[in-house]
């Protein structure tokens, strides 16, 4: 179960909520107070895409967020529900002129989340698509009894 | 802490200085404001980001967007920055080969080529 799950409309006023809540929940797991900057980076970047994914697929569900602390280490999962292209089948919206530029933006996104973050998987299936990010915690010190 | 902008002119440039956030939510706003100056023929801006607190892809995307703008008019788009967590953004993207940045407004208006 995560830590702290959000779920938030899909609208671009409230990405910048998950960037802070996102913030907030990795420096109380232990992440390196010089890695948070990236963290919420990179959640900031996943939430955006998953909005415009959203918005554009005309898609009402709410984005979804799983903060996920875990031992050694804390997990963003950050999920759309937009049905992807799956092997075999034809990319949504293939051929219109719009979809360059929402293809653009989205890959500098992701341009810029796999810059920022080393462990990060993508996936997308016909029900929804997913960005998982990883970084490493720092265990607290306990106070000498 | 939403976006804050004010220009300035010096010369033949237009600084632009922009204080807060530039993300999804704020971009908009100052992509108004940088097709606003072209429209009215500032071609030669320098883009303040000192005060700038968090910039994502979207706000980089607004910032090409302008330099295509001013380039067709052979135009100029400079910034300022100081800050590394805004500096290793563009360095990512490799946005530092794109668009020449300065330590200080003054040395960007001073910059010819």
């Known amino acids: 179960m995560a830590t702290v799950e959000l779920r938030f409309s899909a609208l671009p006023e409230h990405v910048r909520t998950a960037r802070l809540v996102a913030a907030a929940v990795a420096r109380r797991a232990g992440v390196d107070e010089a890695v948070l900057d990236e963290v919420r980076l990179a959640v900031g970047e996943a939430c955006t895409r998953a909005v415009g994914l959203h918005r554009n697929g005309g898609i009402t569900a709410p984005v979804k967020v799983l903060l996920i602390e875990e031992e050694k280490q804390f997990s963003i999962e950050v999920g759309d529900e937009v049905p992807h292209a799956v092997p075999g089948g034809h990319p949504p919206g293939d051929g219109a002129g719009d979809a360059d530029v929402e293809t653009e933006e989205d890959e500098m996104g992701l341009a810029v989340i796999s810059g920022l973050v080393d462990d990060v998987e993508v996936s997308a299936g016909a029900h929804g698509g997913s960005i998982r990010m990883r970084w490493p915690t720092t265990p607290p010190t306990t106070l000498p009894v | ?113």
């Open chain 2, 1 to 113: 802490m939403d976006l804050s902008l004010s220009t300035e002119t010096m010369g033949d440039r237009t600084i632009v200085r922009v204080g807060g956030e530039i993300d999804v939510y704020t971009a908009p706003k100052l992509r108004e404001q940088l097709v606003e100056l072209v429209n009215d023929g500032s071609f030669h801006l320098v883009v303040d980001m000192e005060g700038v607190d968090f910039l994502d892809s979207t706000g980089l995307g607004v910032l090409v967007g302008g330099l295509k703008r001013v380039r067709a008019h052979e135009g100029s788009l400079r910034l300022v920055c100081n800050q590394e967590r805004i500096l290793k953004i563009f360095r990512i993207t490799g946005l530092t080969k794109v668009f020449p940045i300065h330590t200080s407004v003054e040395e960007a208006v001073a910059a010819t080529d």
